[in-house]
C-alpha cells in the first residue's frame, strides 16, 4: 500500500502566519460585536481581513484548499478530500 | 493591577488524616475586574496574540500549576 | 448555514504518548461544562437573546466548535496508535470495548454526553449561566493542567483557557449592553 504524502516542513509556518491573522480576526469581532462603534478597531478588522485573504490564497495554492462549497477553487482532481485533515497533521 | 491567584487558610484539625495542604490557592483573572473593555488598549502583535489566546495584554491572566510553587500563599500577579 | 475551514485554530501539538491523558482531555469534550455543551448553548440561546447580543452569542457558540476540534485532535492523537493494552492500563479499557477508538462524547468518569442544554428565556438568566459557564470551563482546563505532564498539551490548553477569560468578559458587557446604562456612565 502506498503512504500517503507528507506535507513540506514549510507547511507548519505557513499555516500559523494563517492561523495568527485569522485569530485576530476572531478577537476584533467578539471585541466589535460588543464595540460595532469603535472606528479604529472597525478598520484594523478590514485591514486584517484584506491580508487575511492574501495568505489564504496563497497558502491554497501551495497546499489545496482550506474551505468548501465553492468558497475555495479546486485545481483537478477535486482536492478536497486530500490528507492531511487538520486532526491529522 | 490585581492579583491574579489568591489563597486562603481552611481550618485544620489535629483529627485529620493527611498533613494539611495549606494554603489553598484559586484563581481571579481579570475579566472580573476589567468592567467594559475600554477603547484602544495595547495589543499584541498576530503572532504574540496566537500565541497568548487574546489579542490584548491587558485581558491576558496566564494559569500554572499553584501545586508545583515552591512557596505557597503568594499572589501572582496576572 | 455554517463554512468549515481545514485548519485548526491553534496548533495542537501533543509531545508524550499518553493515553491517560486522553482519559481527562474527553472532560472538554462531552463533559456537562464541555467544548459541545458550550457551543450547543450559545447557539440555541441565540434566537430568544435581544438582537443587541445575537451576534455574539452566534460567534462564540461558532468559536466554540473550533475548540472543540482541538480537544478531539488531541484525544485522537493520544489513543490512534495506543494497544488494546496500553488503554486499559490509561483507564480506556471500557472506552475501548465500546467504542473502539471513537473519540466518544462523554466525560473523564465515562458517563455519555446525556444533559439539559441550558435556556431559560430570560436574557439575563441566560447570559449569567454563560458567564458561569465560562468559569466552570475555565476551571476545568485549570483542574487538567494540574494532572498533566506534558508541557505541549499544557501549551494549547492555556490558549483554550485563555478563551474562556475573553468570552466570560464578552459575555459581561453583554450585560452591561442589556442594562443599558453603558453610554449614560461614560464608560467607553
Not at chain 2, 501545586?67 to 500563599?73: C, S, V
Not at chain 3, 472532560?27 to 447580543?53: C, F, H, K, M, W
Not at chain 3, 442544554?117 to 439575563?124: L, N, V
Amino acid at each position: 500500500m502506498a503512504e500517503p504524502k507528507q506535507v513540506p516542513e514549510s507547511y507548519y509556518s505557513d499555516l500559523k502566519s494563517l492561523q495568527a491573522i485569522d485569530f485576530t480576526l476572531v478577537e476584533l469581532t467578539l471585541y466589535l460585536d460588543t464595540h460595532p462603534d469603535d472606528l479604529e478597531a472597525l478598520k484594523q478588522f478590514n485591514s486584517a481581513a484584506k491580508k487575511s485573504a492574501e495568505l489564504r490564497e496563497t497558502f491554497e495554492a501551495k497546499y489545496g484548499p482550506l474551505r468548501q462549497f465553492g468558497h475555495s477553487l479546486s485545481a483537478y482532481p477535486w482536492q478536497w478530500i486530500d490528507t492531511p485533515w487538520p486532526w491529522q497533521v | 493591577m490585581a492579583t491574579s491567584r489568591k489563597w486562603y487558610s481552611p481550618y485544620v484539625s489535629p483529627m485529620d488524616p493527611c498533613p494539611p495542604l495549606s494554603p489553598v490557592s484559586y484563581e481571579t483573572p481579570v475579566q472580573l475586574y476589567l468592567g467594559f473593555q475600554p477603547r484602544g488598549m495595547e495589543q499584541f502583535s498576530p503572532f504574540e496574540a496566537l500565541a497568548h489566546g487574546t489579542l490584548w495584554p491587558g485581558l491576558y491572566t496566564p494559569y500554572t500549576n499553584p501545586y508545583l510553587l515552591k512557596k505557597r500563599g503568594i499572589d501572582t500577579n496576572g | 448555514m455554517w463554512y468549515y475551514e481545514k485548519k485548526l485554530q491553534y496548533p495542537v501539538r501533543v509531545g508524550i504518548c499518553n493515553p491517560k491523558m486522553a482519559k481527562f482531555l474527553i472532560e472538554q469534550y462531552g463533559g456537562a461544562d464541555g467544548e459541545l455543551a458550550a457551543a450547543l448553548r450559545y447557539l440555541n440561546q441565540r434566537y430568544t437573546i435581544p438582537s443587541r447580543v445575537m451576534g455574539l452569542l452566534n460567534d462564540i457558540g461558532t468559536e466554540e466548535f473550533a475548540h472543540l476540534e482541538m480537544i478531539a485532535t488531541m484525544v485522537y492523537k493520544l489513543t490512534k496508535d495506543a494497544t488494546p493494552e496500553q488503554l486499559k492500563e490509561a483507564g480506556l479499557g471500557e472506552h475501548y470495548v465500546d467504542h473502539g477508538k471513537s473519540v466518544y462524547y462523554h466525560n473523564a468518569a465515562g458517563q455519555k454526553f446525556d444533559m439539559p442544554i441550558q435556556s431559560k428565556g430570560d436574557p439575563i438568566a441566560d447570559l449569567y449561566e454563560d458567564i458561569a459557564a465560562e468559569e466552570k470551563a475555565r476551571s476545568t482546563y485549570q483542574w487538567i493542567i494540574n494532572i498533566s505532564d506534558d508541557p505541549l498539551i499544557n501549551d494549547s490548553l492555556g490558549f483554550l483557557r485563555e478563551r474562556e477569560i475573553i468570552h466570560s468578559q464578552r459575555f459581561r458587557e453583554a450585560v452591561e449592553l442589556l442594562k443599558e446604562e453603558q453610554n449614560k456612565k461614560k464608560v467607553f
